[in-house]
């Protein structure tokens, strides 16, 4: 290095004292409540001080180079031969107090900081696996021959004590709620005797705000450098405490990189034999975490929903922030996203992370529930929103939200775990809320099941619906990773209406043929390996085109917002629209429950028949057309039991004439659609054939097609909101 640090001679020091530390074997770090005895140094020899200055060395320069040479580091060999030290000391161990001596420049400072009466000194940002390490070694190698140090609080007295209080780390790595609140008890305590106090605080976990407010201001615990990691190679490879620094300094990753490496997989690399192969293990570890991190940006992307423009926008936002452009205060802190599978919701939050250049820490519900018992869930829980808070500025995303559930679902069994659970996660989103720096993206299929604490604002600020890409989107997708050629538009469109998971797994299938039959992949390749289309997937396609131009006309007939986009698929079709529901009166849910039956109606006049295809599962046309006529029932003052409200309907439950009510009801919906459809027969029919070709339309496109339609003489509706008598 081009210069020599001013810690470096204190580092020295307590390293020569750690050595002599190291060799007693009486002193038992398992011990609790322990008084920790610290280590009186020899004198150094005349000649032990020579052989310690850096530039000293045992061979000559000719020496040197030759067995460079060899790949061997002269500077590490002894007189015996030997290139590793003869007493081994933990790479950690040497580590935290490279760090401690780094934080505290010198033996008078630390004496001055640390020790004096009625002094208090906090240091924070300590890697939670290494509080115990820390508070040991203050103990044995900071503190002068005379003092100890203690891990509670001193008595009235006692002198030469140092009060040395942390949190105690629990089984899984982090700290439960009741080693804060024995912390606590501790700290407070110590803080009533007049012995100097020093308390070590993990990084990531916040300090309870009353406590802040009396402790004085934390000193950050020094950050592992390119001068830290030569010293601590000097000590883990090397039989003299020296290595050739010329060499292996350029062969580290720079301290920016150093600072941001996990410190286990750091220690790790030096299992390497030599100091320069433990360099070159760290550079390459940190290379290929680099190529890992190739995540797609908001621009690889290109999307243009809802929720990719709210990804933009927090993007935007934290960059501001970064910049000093934005007070934390005025910009959204969280972001959830929900879409059925495959949609990329895990992609974009990536994507989030990746554009706003910040370290991603991704998480689910089910991996929590993986670790174990309730105590196991939470610790893992903790762990996670503390890796975020240390890697501020960063994104924390937690994907299966909606796992956790309500806690006041019917459902009772496993009730308790599910209460204690939603109340951790709530906990620990509010504290992240209460600091700066990490952004909360979360992930589900139903946001409908989550408890309503979680969805409210200051928890997640915005909530984006995530569907299925558009046919651009998908260009775009296909032209990012198959060469660009006359066949994309084509491609896009055989794509069109799957979800991104989809097209990557028949993209990859693809691969995998043209590799095996010895050839490149591009659109056509793609093209050809698609299932061909028979006859009769020919009529399905044609049924599903009809039944979405349905929905289409018949929301334009009904004069109801916009279609923003008709999509067919090999799979289904998909009409997105905004509901016709905004005032909330009886001819809205009855015009929203028209256009749901509008494509069953389609069907009906020009196929004669109808199909499954409005039917399955949640989020169909026949769910959703029954649920909204049980909600003007039961639960909005619409329907039979007029101001009454009897709450959400269990289907199980209904009674026959609830069922017969409910079927009269949709079958006239249907008729209305249909007489609404009729007279324009030939339009629906030309639109479908369109659709059929092209796959996709947008608002733009339909626009052609609807904006001469005006509504046409239906079955009349009784809109009054008197309440409806059942038929």
């Known amino acids: 290095m081009s210069h020599t640090p001013t810690w470096h001679p204190y580092a020295r020091f307590i390293l020569r004292r750690l050595q002599h530390a190291e060799r007693d074997t009486s002193y038992d770090a398992e011990d609790e409540n322990r008084k920790i005895p610290a280590q009186e140094l020899p004198a150094q020899t005349l000649l032990e001080a020579l052989d310690d200055l850096p530039a000293m060395q045992r061979l000559n320069n000719e020496e040197l180079y030759t067995l460079s040479e060899t790949g061997a580091d002269g500077w590490a060999i002894d007189a015996d031969g030997n290139d590793m030290p003869q007493h081994y000391t933990a790479p950690s161990t040497i580590l935290m107090c490279l760090r401690l001596a780094a934080t505290f420049g010198t033996h008078q400072n630390f004496c001055a900081t640390s020790l004096a009466p009625h002094g208090v000194m906090v240091i924070d940002e300590i890697p939670t696996s290494q509080l115990d390490i820390a508070c040991t070694q203050i103990g044995r190698v900071f503190l002068p021959p005379s003092w100890t140090a203690q891990t509670y609080a001193a008595r009235r007295g006692e002198e030469q004590v140092l009060q040395l209080i942390r949190p105690t780390v629990g089984r899984e790595g982090t ?17 009533a005797q007049p012995h100097p106090l020093l308390v070590l605080w993990p990084e990531g976990p916040r300090l309870d705000p009353d406590l802040k407010r009396i402790l004085p201001k934390p000193v950050r615990l020094a950050p592992v450098d390119q001068d830290m ?40 690399a030096l299992r390497a034999p030599n100091a320069g192969a433990a360099a070159s293990k760290l550079a390459e570890i940190l290379q290929a975490s680099e190529a890992d991190n190739g995540a797609l940006t908001l621009t690889d992307i290109k999307g243009a929903s809802p929720a990719h423009q709210a990804a933009r926008d927090i993007v935007e936002d934290l960059t501001a922030w970064h910049d000093g452009k934005a007070h934390w205060t005025e910009i959204p802190h969280s972001l959830l996203i929900s879409g059925e599978p495959g949609v990329g919701k895990s ?14 820490i991704e998480a689910s519900f089910g991996g929590w529930q993986s670790c174990g018992h309730l105590g196991d869930m939470l610790g893992a829980m903790r ?57 909360l993206i979360g992930a589900c ?55 991104p998971a989809e097209i990557d797994a028949s ?51 009904l004069s109801a917002a916009p279609v923003e986009r008709v999509t067919i698929s090999k799979n289904g079709g998909q009409t997105i629209r905004p509901s016709a529901v905004y005032e909330g009166t009886l001819c809205e849910f009855e015009d929203e429950m028209t256009i749901l039956l509008g494509g069953r ?39 039979i039991h007029g101001n009454g409200w009897m709450g959400p309907a269990v289907m199980k439950h209904l009674t026959p004439d609830e069922r017969d009510r409910l079927r009269v009801k949709l079958d006239r919906f249907e008729r209305r659609a249909q007489s609404l459809l009729e007279p324009h027969r030939d339009q629906l029919a030309r639109l479908a054939e369109h659709l059929l070709s092209v796959r996709e339309m947008d608002t733009a496109d339909l626009r052609p097609w609807l904006k001469d339609l005006a509504p046409s003489a239906a079955e009349p509706v009784d809109c009054s909101t008197a309440t409806p008598h059942p038929q």
Not at 232 to 260: C, F, M, N, Y
Not at 347 to 360: E, F, G
Not at 390 to 400: A, Q, T, Y
């Open 229 to 268: 990691m030569l010293m601590l190679l000097e000590q883990t490879h090397s039989a003299t405490g020296k290595i050739d620094r010329a060499r292996v300094a350029p062969l580290l990753p720079h301290s920016a990189a150093l600072q941001a490496m996990d410190e286990q997989v750091l220690l790790a």
């Open 507 to 557: 993209l990859r299938a693809a691969h995998a043929s043209a590799r095996r039959a010895g050839r490149s992949c591009d659109a056509a390749w793609v093209m050809a390996q698609m299932p061909k289309e028979t006859p009769r997937a020919k009529a399905r396609q044609r049924r599903i085109a009809i039944h979405e131009c349905g929905h289409a006309l018949v929301a334009t007939l």
């Open 601 to 639: 109606a389609a069907e009906r006049i020009l196929l004669g028949d109808i199909s499954a295809g409005a039917g399955g599962g949640d989020g169909s046309d026949l769910q959703q057309a029954t649920q909204v006529q049980l909600a003007c029932d039961r639960e909005v003052g619409l329907g």
């Open 347 to 360: 992609v974009l939050a990536r994507a989030i992370a990746a554009s706003a250049d910040v370290p991603l």
């Open 445 to 499: 299929n139903h946001p409908n099941n989550l408890d309503p604490a979680i969805l409210r604002s200051g928890r997640f600020d915005r909530h984006a619906e995530l569907g299925r890409p558009p046919l651009a989107q998908i260009q775009h997708m296909l032209e990012r990773i198959l060469p660009t050629d006359h066949n994309s538009i084509e491609l896009a469109r055989a794509f069109a209406g799957q979800t």
């Open 175 to 191: 700290i439960c709620l009741a080693g804060m609140r024995d912390f606590e008890h501790r700290l407070l305590g110590s803080l």
């Open 383 to 439: 762990k996670s929103f503390t890796e975020a808070a240390r890697n501020k500025p960063s994104v924390l995303f937690i994907d299966e939200i909606d796992s956790a559930g309500a806690r006041d679902t019917s459902d009772r069994h496993g009730s308790h775990y599910r209460r204690n659970v939603i109340n951790q996660f709530l906990a620990e989103v509010d504290a992240l809320m209460r600091d700066e720096g990490v952004l």
